[in-house]
């Protein structure tokens, strides 16, 4: 699967959550996705899903990540559109295939695993705070240890959610 060819990395490789849900004594997990790499509809959120939406992320950034209600993925205030939603540079990934992206993720000194892990242990964290340190087994583990960016959200000073910026080195 493939990004889409008119985005500022085009047909960068990518996946799909589209209709997925988890749910654990943890952590639930519910997936909206609303178009394909073709701006083709793909869900429609719920009425609550979309207000969240257009609150937290008025400009649409994808993706969009909403972390307990207390986190979101946003953009960072110095760049809000130069890679919208995402966690890391996407032009990391381009020119590739999910082969080699794959083999990489097998080499920590990798850029492209650098990326990704440090994206993904940035959502670790958020979720092991959210969920106060639990389960111990995933929490305790030094890769749920990263100091997250507690940054009002842009424009919002007040606001009650707070954006999470990857750790440097990973953008």
């Known amino acids: 699967m493939l990004s889409s060819a008119s985005d500022i990395d085009p047909s960068t490789p990518t996946f799909s959550f589209v209709h997925s849900t988890y749910s654990s004594q943890y952590v639930s997990f519910v997936s909206v996705e609303t178009q394909d790499r073709s701006k083709n509809t793909l869900q429609v959120p719920s009425s609550d899903e979309q207000n969240l939406m257009n609150q937290w992320d008025p400009g649409g950034a994808i993706p969009f990540i909403d972390v307990g209600g207390q986190y979101v993925v946003h953009p960072a205030p110095s760049s809000p559109t130069l890679h919208s939603g995402s966690q890391y540079d996407p032009s990391t990934l381009s020119g590739q295939n999910w082969?080699?992206?794959?083999?990489?993720?097998?080499?920590?000194?990798?850029?492209?695993?650098?990326?990704?892990?440090?994206?993904?242990?940035?959502?670790?964290?958020?979720?092991?705070?959210i969920d106060n340190g639990q389960p111990d087994s995933v929490c305790s583990q030094s890769y749920a240890q990263i100091a997250i960016t507690q940054a009002p959200i842009p424009d919002e000073p007040n606001a009650s959610h707070r954006a999470v910026q990857s750790r440097p080195g990973i953008g």
């Open 99 to 129: 082969t080699q992206i794959g083999i990489q993720l097998d080499s920590p000194s990798s850029t492209v695993a650098q990326r990704i892990n440090g994206a993904a242990d940035t959502l670790i964290s958020a979720i092991c705070k």
